[in-house]
């Protein structure tokens, strides 16, 4: 299930256990059993860690990253969160959620135009007292700079900002995911399981890098396989690899990752982010008759349909395999939902 540990993993791990973290939600998150789906795909054991669940905010894992960095935010005596994505955003959502309970402001900077729809996520983070932005540009990327523009306006005010980048994605961010891993390897023992793989949607890198750094860091015996949503593979490789490599070194290791440790599989990004594709939708919908768990369109359903893809074609070896399901339901309430028909 493990391999051995090191004196230097092990002196990592307890400076994993040192660092400010500011406690949001109740973990573990559950790990459930899929005995139907698994049945159908040919596995001895499929099971799914349950991290939509996690207990604030409306779940998903973006909150375990977000302690660290609310931590982190408080320790320097910001008083104005700013960050950035989509309007349909988890992680903004959540991170509104974590501003509006430690009596911060929070500061957001989305691409494009305001959405003509009050919904969704956009719906909850303005709910949530967010100060939104557009970037009127529709390339993600503009949201880098426009969190830098937003944190010099906040200056300028006479306050003092705290910078989040896109999606939550930096070295401090992907250590709450080195936890999640950590998280798994108790309950596999607990369970007496050996999980062949563990499979996640990735868009900005930070989960991947997180579970890529904790499995090393335990010794793993599973492989951590994730599907593109966004950028394509060798871009995406290259920011895991980079991300995994620069949380090592805030753990005082010198671990570098090339991008050939990324496990980062393309073919199911669809029309483009966040946009449904109709194997999405029928990923979602296989699930959700099959588990009665809903997954979501733009991170889950495109992982879910990468997993069904590869595993009817023996692409994704194994036995026993975990996915993991970051969350992202509130993406079901924005639109019509005329991408899941027919019904």
Not at 64 to 78: H, I, K, N, T
Not at 202 to 212: R, V
Request: hydrophobic share 45%; with cysteine.
């Amino acid at each position: 299930m493990t391999g051995h540990s090191t004196p230097d993993t092990d002196a990592a791990l307890a400076a994993l256990d040192r660092l400010p973290r500011a406690r949001l939600a109740e973990f573990p998150t559950p790990l459930r059993p899929w005995r139907r789906l698994g049945a159908e795909l040919g596995l001895a054991e499929l099971w799914c860690k349950r991290d939509d669940l996690i207990d604030f905010g409306l779940g998903g894992n973006k909150l375990r990253g977000l302690e660290f960095l609310l931590a982190d935010a408080q320790a320097q005596g910001a008083d104005t969160l700013v960050t950035g994505a989509g309007p349909q955003s988890n992680h903004v959502r959540a991170t509104a959620a974590v501003a509006a309970h430690a009596g911060l402001r929070c500061l957001t900077v989305f691409w494009g135009e305001s959405p003509a729809e009050f919904d969704g996520n956009y719906r909850l983070t303005r709910l949530l007292g967010v100060q939104p932005c557009f970037t009127g540009d529709e390339d993600r990327a503009s949201v880098d700079a426009g969190i830098e523009h937003a944190c010099a306006h906040v200056r300028r005010r006479g306050e003092i900002p705290y910078a989040i980048p896109r999606g939550g994605a930096c070295a401090l961010g992907a250590l709450g995911h080195v936890l999640a891993a950590k998280e798994l390897d108790a309950q596999c023992r607990a369970l007496g399981i050996a999980p062949d793989a563990v499979v996640m949607a990735t868009g900005s890198g930070g989960t991947h890098a997180g579970w890529l750094l904790g499995s090393r860091l335990l010794g793993a015996g599973w492989r951590v396989e994730s599907f593109t949503v966004s950028r394509e593979v060798e871009a995406a490789r290259l920011q895991v690899a980079r991300l995994a490599s620069e949380a090592a070194g805030l753990l005082g290791l010198s671990l570098q990752f090339s991008p050939d440790e990324a496990l980062v599989h393309g073919g199911f990004i669809g029309p483009g982010y966040g946009v449904p594709s109709p194997e999405a939708a029928a990923a979602i919908q296989r699930v959700a008759r099959s588990e009665g768990v809903l997954l979501d369109p733009v991170y889950t359903g495109k992982a879910m349909a990468g997993l069904l893809h590869h595993r009817k074609r023996g692409m994704l070896d194994g036995d026993c395999i975990v996915f993991l399901h970051t969350g992202g339901e509130p993406a079901f309430f924005a639109g019509d939902g005329s991408w899941l028909l027919p019904l």
